[in-house]
């Protein structure tokens, strides 16, 4: 197979790769300059058609969201951008705003183009404090250079782009979330619908999109649809709902591997060529014992199942709950499925915002189970009250507003099918994983 | 302009920015005047807050309050939900250890329990002298670098409890 020729990631080497100056020489913002020149509705359906799906997690068609916009509406719209990232794993949006910050700008101005937007918010997680700096620059470039404010490129487009930063939550990765957030509220995920689309920020139609879908909108102006669909893997002809998974995409490795790092491939790589390819092996020539396919709400795949193709569709088809970010932590045969678990609840049960009660008490629900199993006070039927915990909370069973609980209960889920051996055999020897230090750690 | 006769009624009847006559009470309503009283730059006007002051001090955020015509409960009520509001003042120093998942399986809790010990304090907590406060986050994004520690806002990568120690330890009494 030859090598794949990074897209996204193409500059992101180069010296001084934030700059306008540099990403101009480039051939930067030549794919505004084109979406300019065609009509509102011809970019949505090119986008349409070259089948890019939502970055952000759950993989919806990018354009056919925005078609879902009220037609003829008299404005505003808006268009946020989800840069709030915050799956434990997942770094590739960090990498993209902060070495290559006019990429992002260009896919913004060219979704705006799309959507008859005139203002776009970038919500930005606090905890990037360069890519604070490094975007704040960049909208000033732009500012300065006539590519942003009233008149781009001399074709009467306005548009403003505001940067706004979070506060550390989670939940502000939800897109009702992430607008209440805006809005300076608490984050707490929306009732829908009605959706985004309809009724979001302000109470204006709003479109809210990840940062590497829109980075991904600029190169398929470029390069165009046959360029995007000549990656990625084709619809399953005997699934009706798969819409093929379709482009490059950035899989962040980490965990227990010898070179962790962020790479672009074609969708639909191997768990087990990632691991063993780019990640350079496990480390300290281990084996690998559960691999985290997409950001830890995605559940994990088992030591048998890393032939399992990361598209959209790949890792539902053995029990994850689906791609997520993409972002794949190895965890090795020494690690304790039980602490890892442990972890995952104890993180969900913090985040969990709190307005529905299965999330909020399911996930501290779960989080105490495993202190008591970790204590070495654990009983056999605690595995099965995990799972129904679990399997009781969610958009899924029809019990809570947003998918953080889903996300909270997959990770579950998997472990007690997967991994339920090891968990019958800690629990049965009695053994505690928990020092002093920890039990202060667990009490916090 | 109608923009402009609202701050200038806003004004008038507050009088000076605080009784207190700190000027930092100043400076936070020329960042809330920048953003128009307006009650959705709530989050930013407690990130310029917390720059100026340390922390959220009940009185601090009756004064937002009032200027943004906000109940006080929802300004209450956003600084306990976001993890980066402090009610309590921090330390001089901070140290914050990710607990994200690669950073865990990493050792993030080897990290933990050895700053533990060497201060004194648990995670969340400030030393007594105020020289440091211990804090615990989420992924920090740096899951390349796993385990990640921000020391003063600095991220450093790759950590073990020895070379953090030798870290902190400069700040601390029994160090």
């Known amino acids: 197979m030859p090598r794949f020729e990074p897209v996204l990631l193409k500059r992101i080497d180069k010296p001084n790769s934030a700059a306008l100056a540099g990403y101009r020489a480039d051939g930067g913002y030549t794919a505004l300059k084109k979406a300019l020149a065609m009509a509102p509705d011809d970019v949505t359906n090119l986008v349409k058609d070259s089948g890019l799906r939502g970055r952000g997690g759950a993989g919806f068609s990018a354009g056919a969201k925005w078609s879902f916009l009220p037609k003829n509406h008299p404005g505003p719209i808006y268009l946020c951008v989800n840069a709030d990232e915050s799956e434990p794993g997942t770094f590739n949006n960090r990498i993209l705003m902060e070495q290559d910050p006019h990429q992002l700008l260009e896919g913004i101005a060219i979704a705006c183009h799309a959507i008859r937007s005139n203002a776009a918010y970038i919500y930005l997680r606090y905890e990037y404090g360069r890519s604070y700096r490094v975007l704040d620059a960049a909208i000033k470039e732009c500012y300065a250079a006539g590519l942003l404010g009233e008149n781009i490129l001399g074709t009467g487009f306005k548009l403003d782009v505001r940067l706004h930063r979070g506060a550390g939550a989670y939940i502000c990765g939800e897109e009702t979330g992430l607008i209440e957030s805006l809005e300076g509220?608490?984050?707490?995920?929306?009732?829908?619908?009605?959706?985004?689309?309809i009724e979001g920020l302000f109470r204006k139609p709003t479109i809210v999109n990840n940062v590497?879908?829109?980075?991904?909108?600029?190169?398929?102006?470029?390069?165009?649809?046959?360029?995007?669909?000549?990656?990625?893997?084709?619809?399953?002809?005997?699934?009706?709902?798969?819409?093929?998974?379709?482009?490059?995409?950035?899989?962040?490795?980490?965990?227990?591997?010898?070179?962790?790092?962020?790479?672009?491939?074609?969708?639909?790589?191997?768990?087990?060529?990632?691991i063993d390819v780019h990640g350079g092996g496990v480390w300290k020539g281990r084996k690998a014992k559960a691999v985290?396919?997409?950001?830890?709400?995605?559940?994990?795949?088992?030591?048998?199942?890393?032939?399992?193709?990361?598209?959209?569709?790949?890792?539902?088809?053995?029990?994850?709950?689906?791609?997520?970010?993409?972002?794949?932590?190895?965890?090795?045969?020494?690690?304790?499925?039980?602490?890892?678990?442990?972890?995952?609840?104890?993180?969900?049960?913090?985040?969990?915002?709190?307005?529905?009660?299965?999330?909020?008490?399911?996930?501290?629900?779960?989080?105490?189970?495993?202190?008591?199993?970790?204590?070495?006070?654990?009983?056999?039927?605690?595995?099965?009250?995990?799972?129904?915990?679990?399997?009781?909370?969610?958009?899924?069973?029809?019990?809570?507003?947003?998918?953080?609980?889903?996300?909270?209960?997959?990770?579950?889920?998997?472990?007690?099918?997967?991994?339920?051996?090891?968990?019958?055999e800690y629990i049965r020897s009695g053994r505690s994983s928990i020092t002093p230090a920890q039990q202060l750690m667990a009490a916090h | 302009m109608a923009e402009a006769a609202k701050t200038e009624v806003i004004k008038k009847k507050a009088g000076p920015a605080h009784p207190s006559g700190d000027k930092r009470f100043k400076l936070l309503e020329v960042t809330m005047k920048r953003h128009q009283f307006r009650s959705d730059a709530l989050i930013e006007v407690m990130h310029a807050a917390q720059e100026l002051f340390g922390f959220l001090e009940v009185d601090l955020m009756f004064f937002i309050a009032r200027y943004l015509?906000?109940?006080?409960?929802?300004?209450?009520?956003?600084?306990?939900?976001?993890?980066?509001?402090?009610?309590?003042?921090?330390?001089?120093?901070?140290?914050?250890?990710?607990?994200?998942?690669?950073?865990?399986?990493?050792?993030?809790?080897?990290?933990?329990?050895?700053?533990?010990?060497?201060?004194g304090i648990k995670a969340g907590e400030t030393t007594e002298d105020g020289k440091l406060s211990l804090v615990t986050a989420r992924c920090l994004g740096a899951c390349g670098i796993a385990p990640a520690v921000v020391v003063d806002g600095t991220v450093k990568g790759l950590e073990t409890p020895d070379s953090l120690v030798q870290q902190l330890k400069g700040w601390l009494p029994n160090g």
């Not at chain 1, 105490?368 to 909370?393: C, F, H, P, Q, W």
Request: glycine share 10%; charged share 20%; aromatic share 8%.
């Open chain 2, 69 to 119: 015509k906000l109940p006080p409960s929802r300004v209450f009520g956003v600084a306990t939900f976001y993890n980066l509001f402090s009610l309590r003042p921090k330390g001089e120093h901070t140290c914050v250890l990710c607990t994200g998942t690669a950073c865990y399986v990493k050792g993030a809790d080897a990290l933990l329990d050895a700053v533990e010990k060497l201060a």
């Open chain 1, 212 to 274: 590497e879908t829109l980075c991904c909108v600029t190169h398929i102006l470029t390069r165009g649809v046959e360029w995007f669909k000549s990656m990625g893997v084709p619809p399953d002809p005997n699934n009706k709902r798969d819409q093929g998974s379709y482009g490059p995409k950035l899989y962040c490795i980490s965990g227990h591997v010898n070179k962790p790092c962020c790479v672009e491939l074609p969708l639909g790589v191997m768990a087990r060529e990632l």
């Open chain 1, 185 to 197: 509220k608490r984050a707490w995920p929306r009732i829908k619908p009605p959706y985004p689309a």
């Open chain 1, 292 to 424: 985290v396919p997409g950001g830890i709400s995605m559940g994990f795949l088992s030591a048998n199942e890393l032939d399992t193709k990361l598209d959209f569709e790949g890792p539902g088809k053995v029990g994850c709950l689906g791609l997520g970010t993409a972002a794949v932590v190895v965890i090795d045969d020494q690690t304790s499925m039980v602490d890892v678990l442990y972890n995952c609840c104890r993180f969900m049960s913090h985040e969990s915002c709190g307005q529905c009660t299965p999330c909020r008490e399911g996930t501290a629900w779960m989080t105490k189970i495993l202190e008591r199993i970790r204590t070495g006070r654990g009983k056999l039927e605690d595995i099965d009250l995990l799972y129904e915990v679990a399997n009781s909370m969610g958009i899924i069973p029809g019990t809570t507003i947003c998918g953080l609980a889903d996300g909270a209960a997959w990770p579950v889920k998997n472990a007690v099918t997967k991994f339920r051996g090891e968990f019958e």
